[in-house]
């Protein structure tokens, strides 16, 4: 699902640090630098104008978000009165208790402040509190989701390394294959190629189901393992084919040549000089593909019929229960500037210069 | 001045040309699809459960005996169309902000900026079943909101464009010289953005068309009987036990397309430098140079 992973506008990814910054860091007394004080404070700072940014965003997606049962243009008080109950006078009075005879605008600000103290109201269906199903189910997709973000990391990043080592070589063209043809399938695809394989074929690993955490490591584990390798697989295309990327143009640079001459090891040269500056695109992509990591835990558990979110999401809009939508929305949204404000964090720390501020 | 898009120079890769005549034959599928099909891709044929790829069924039967190939052939067409209406809404709602952010001023750009990062927090999938919840089910209903979310793409790389070719030394020329802002949109900077946005479009609807399938795999907007690529694959996962062969097909049917629209999309890539301005042939020369910063040059302007 690589597609849609395009690059944003110029300005996301961050200006390489100038190595001479990295080699010669020991010298706190420099004129110059601030204070650890002062330092704290300018961090702190830069944190919380990254956090009023997210204001806007965060008021303008949960108003798309809740204005969607405003379009619906159903009539939620004579769905849960049922057909013989709904006496125009019941329609009202429930309306009323429901808050749904204010306008769209005061609707959406109670909605939101009930929201922000964890509750998102009940479903018209079930009486259940949204909230209460959401928490009951996120587990599911989170395990699938930082797993497969682990996975992504550890093999993209692990083949994009070799492969920039040793670019030209067999392994290098592997990648690139493989690569291409990785990030042209989708989730589901790739989900259900591995259910036949693994499951239906090898009977390695079963095929659907889930097991939690609490009951046994080892089976939720089993249970995870193949939807969160579907789900990491694209990923991992993007982030080996990025790292290679900006690894073997790091690796031409002046300072590591530096490093070698000066005798240090290898390795340190690697992970120390080359893969800190080379990490900040592939970190990027990661940031940017949560979202579409989001969408493909749905499409997970679709194969692997596991009681997830899209679970949920697919049967609440099946009866149009639009609260329980408008809550999921919510928090999936939510969860992707999360993720995006800890991943331009990192950032920020792993390109900081000698004032502790970020490029 | 050579012209700035050069067809010949793509067609000469062999990727590109590999993936255009893949392209025509989907596009042959979409127009004649369910004339071209073999067979009915709605009769059951209770005598011909789950045959492999053979003479009679050159891609083999589905679990009520129905012929794949006729029903992936006749698929074609809602899959393509629906994928083509969401690109078609992103690029409407995307580039026509993304140009004129860069003329109509800073609180504009600012809104504009915002919604699109409140856009892009929200996963499509889950957005396109929240409106079908809302709006009813339909693949039209389920459509309109991956175009609406595939508008922040087209957004945000056509203003970086933009904003590139709007800064150019014979723009201020132009404005010198008394032209329209509509002028210079229309002759200097939108001539210049179109090779950019024909890249985005490509890989879009790659994007476009994952969706619908995945959309169509989950059962949105489709009455059962009908067929489509991601509808094929569903029916297939419920009998793997008798036929793990048989998601292959769709899957690789839906890979080859996707992988083709990306394959385009790099040619003209690789070829143009897409959003680049370093890439390019004929003279551009940057109003501001290392010399002096942008902001003053446009006080200066002013003045």
Sequence with gaps: MSVVSIPPSAGATPPRRTPAGRIAPGRAGRPGTPPRRRRSRIVAARLGGGLAVLVPIVLISSFITYSLGALSNSDPAATILGQDAATPAAVARLNRTLGLNHPLIVQYWNWLTQAVHGNLGRSYFTQIPVAQSIAQRLPVDLSIAVLAVILAAVIGGSAGTIAAIRRGGWFDRGVTVVCSAASTLPAFVVGIILVVLFAVTAHLLPANGYVGPSTSIAQWLAHIILPSLALSLAVSADIARQLRTSLVEVLEQNYIVGARVRGLPYRRILVRHALRNAAGPALTILGNDFPLMLAGAVAAEAVFSLPGLGQLLLQSAQTRDIPVVQGLLLVVSCFVIVVNLIVNTTLNWLYRSDDGIGT | ?303
């Design chain 2, 1 to 303: 001045m050579k012209r700035l898009i050069g067809p010949q120079s793509v067609l000469r890769l062999p990727s590109a040309r590999i993936a255009i005549v893949v392209l025509l034959g989907i596009a042959v599928l979409t127009a004649f699809g369910s004339t071209l099909a073999p067979q009915n891709p709605l009769t059951i044929n209770a005598n011909a459960l789950f045959q492999g790829p053979g003479a009679h069924h050159l891609l083999g039967t589905d679990y009520l005996g129905r012929d794949v190939l006729s029903r992936l052939m006749a698929g074609t067409r809602l899959s393509v169309l629906t994928a083509l209406e969401a690109v078609g809404i992103g690029l409407v709602l995307g580039t026509g902000p993304g140009i004129a952010t860069v003329f109509l001023g800073r609180w504009f750009d600012f809104a504009a900026n915002r919604v699109t990062d409140a856009l892009m927090t929200l996963p499509y999938i889950f957005f396109a079943v929240a409106v079908t919840a809302a709006l009813g089910n339909g693949l039209v209903q389920a459509m309109v909101p991956v175009g609406i979310l595939l508008a922040p793409f087209f957004f945000r790389i056509t203003r970086a464009a933009t904003l590139e070719h709007a800064r150019a030394q014979y723009v201020e020329a132009a404005e010198l010289m008394g032209a329209s802002k509509l002028h210079v949109v229309r002759v200097h900077v939108l001539r210049k953005v179109l090779p950019t946005i024909a890249v985005t479009t490509a890989s879009m609807t790659a994007a476009a068309l994952l969706a619908v399938s995945f959309l169509t795999f989950l059962g949105i907007g489709v009455q059962p009987p009908a067929p489509t690529w991601g509808g094929v694959l569903s029916s297939d996962l419920d009998y793997l036990a008798q036929a793990p062969w048989a998601p292959f097909i769709p899957g690789a049917l839906i890979a080859v397309t996707v992988g083709a629209l990306n394959a385009l999309a790099d040619a003209f890539r690789d070829r143009r430098g897409a959003g680049t301005l370093a890439a390019q042939p004929g003279p551009i020369i940057r109003t501001h140079s290392t010399l002096e910063p942008a902001d003053d040059d446009r006080q200066s302007q002013v003045a």
